[in-house]
């Protein structure tokens, strides 16, 4: 089994900025890959970033492309998502997801491709 846990998450203005932290425990080396995911009351969950966990490959939703950017710790255990540059519309509760090796293969987009969830941090970016 494997633990995520975020932290980071916060009140913020428009145009500020945060950095989310996702930190694994447990068995973090049967993690392949991890995502950040966030859910805006009302809304379906969508994809914000994600990042291989062998070669650090990244993937960016449109809309934060250019804002944000995922990062993990050379050991493996901690990810981390800079944003910058921060909207109204990024208020959300942001959630931390990890594929499992072997299992969770594919499109890094899909919530369903992700064993691992954390329980999720609150940004809110006022106007």
């Known amino acids: 089994q494997v633990q995520l846990v975020e932290s980071g998450g916060g009140l913020v203005q428009a145009g500020g900025s945060l950095r989310l932290s996702c930190a694994a425990s447990?068995?973090?080396?049967?993690?392949?890959?991890t995502g950040w995911f966030r859910q805006a009351p009302g809304k379906e969950r969508e994809f914000v970033a994600g990042?291989?966990?062998?070669?650090?490959?990244?993937y960016y939703s449109d809309s934060v492309k250019g804002r944000f950017t995922i990062s993990r710790d050379s050991a493996k255990t901690t990810v981390y998502l800079q944003m910058n540059s921060l909207k109204p519309e990024d208020t959300a509760v942001y959630y931390c997801?990890?594929?499992?090796?072997?299992?969770?293969?594919?499109?890094?987009?899909?919530?369903?491709?992700?064993?691992?969830w954390g329980q999720g941090t609150q940004v809110t970016v006022s106007s």
């Open positions: 997801a990890a594929k499992r090796t072997f299992v969770d293969s594919g499109n890094y987009l899909d919530p369903l491709r992700y064993g691992y």
């Open positions: 447990g068995r973090s080396f049967s993690i392949s890959g």
């Open positions: 990042i291989t966990w062998s070669g650090g490959t990244t």
